[in-house]
């Protein structure tokens, strides 16, 4: 008897051993999704570039200062909040080789400090889109059947039009403003083709995810069939004709304001409509 109560009261102490220490870890995996940030697994991410993060980078609870990292989160939340995502865990890399925004199937987005840093030269609006794009991503891992396009860009080019849609509902509906933000994200672009896009490709995604957003409000799927349908209509389809059928969900009136802006979108997209000329427009 005396050894079942021993016994007992060992349990008991391991339990409560135990319990502490579950809660531990499972406060640092909050912090942290793994044990470096160069150990993440890229397969499982869309990226703002090429490379994962650097061996020598490491977890931050903050990068580039407290104030920058805070408007990061503000516009992270406010995007995740506008296309529905709810809480999506935002992590910090940081230290060398840390040129990278990430958004991971598993469902969180990490921010490396290079990328930050970087983009915060560029102005506020440049992180407000680059933290929109990345949530965008989060809409299409956690949406099937969104993007609903298949062709090489449809993935990136779809989340530079959710970042205009989101850039001109929650952050300025001054183009030039906005579209001084972009200027930074096309640094980020490839060559035609490439699965980011050109940089004029993305620059009339991101101005044509603007345009919508002017005239209506969408669901992330009604998004996805309305963004499509115009970008096939001026990119993909070659040449424009002079009326194309209004789309199911869009009214009357959206759609011929998005229509008026054919030919500027097409030019965009071409590249006749230049850089400075682009940030000039109406
Ligand atoms: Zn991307």
Same mark, same amino acid.
């Given at each position: 008897? +005396? ?14 051993? $135990? ?14 999704? $793994? ?9 499982? #991410? !869309?990226? #703002?570039?090429? $490379? ?6 490491? /977890? ?5 200062? $407290? ?9 992270? !939340? ?9 809480? =999506?865990?935002? %992590? ?8 990278? #925004? ?5 469902? *969180?987005?990490? /921010? ?36 609903? &396009? ?8 779809? #989340?530079?039009?959710?970042?205009? *849609?989101?850039? &001109? ?36 995604? %991101?101005?044509?995810? %603007? ?29 424009? &004709? ?7 969900? =869009? ?10 802006? &054919?030919?500027?979108?097409? +030019? ?9 000329? %682009?940030?000039?427009?109406?």
């Amino acid at each position: 008897m +005396k050894n079942l109560t021993k016994f007992l009261m060992l349990l008991t102490i391991l339990a409560v051993f $135990q319990n502490c220490t579950s809660d531990e870890n499972q406060e640092s995996s909050l912090d942290f999704p $793994q044990d470096s940030p160069s150990n993440l697994n890229m397969h499982d #991410a !869309d990226h #703002a570039t090429v $490379q994962g993060f650097g061996p020598n980078s490491y /977890w931050a609870s903050y990068i580039v200062s $407290q104030s920058v990292t805070n408007f990061l989160k503000g516009q992270h !939340d406010n995007a995740a909040s506008l296309f529905g995502m709810g809480n =999506v865990p935002l %992590y910090y890399a940081a230290g060398p080789g840390t040129f990278n #925004a990430l958004s991971f199937s598993g469902g *969180y987005v990490v /921010w490396g400090e290079e990328l930050l840093q970087n983009a915060n030269g560029y102005g506020n609006t440049a992180i407000a889109y680059v933290a929109a794009h990345e949530i965008a991503h989060q809409v299409q891992f956690r949406t099937s059947g969104i993007p609903s &396009r298949n062709h090489v860009s449809a993935t990136e080019l779809e #989340a530079d039009g959710f970042g205009g *849609y989101y850039i &001109r509902k929650r952050y300025t509906s001054n183009w030039t403003t906005a579209a001084q933000g972009y200027n930074f994200a096309q640094t980020l672009a490839g060559p035609v083709n490439s699965s980011h896009g050109s940089a004029a490709q993305r620059r009339s995604a %991101y101005r044509l995810g %603007y345009l919508i957003a002017e005239n209506g409000n969408y669901s992330n799927r009604n998004f996805d069939n309305v963004f499509f349908y115009y970008y096939d209509q001026y990119v993909l389809g070659g040449q424009l &004709r002079s009326e194309i059928q209004k789309p199911e969900g =869009v009214s009357f009136e959206a759609h011929q304001y998005i229509s008026s802006f &054919r030919e500027e979108l097409s +030019k965009i997209a071409s590249g006749e409509i230049s850089e400075e000329e %682009y940030v000039n427009l109406n």
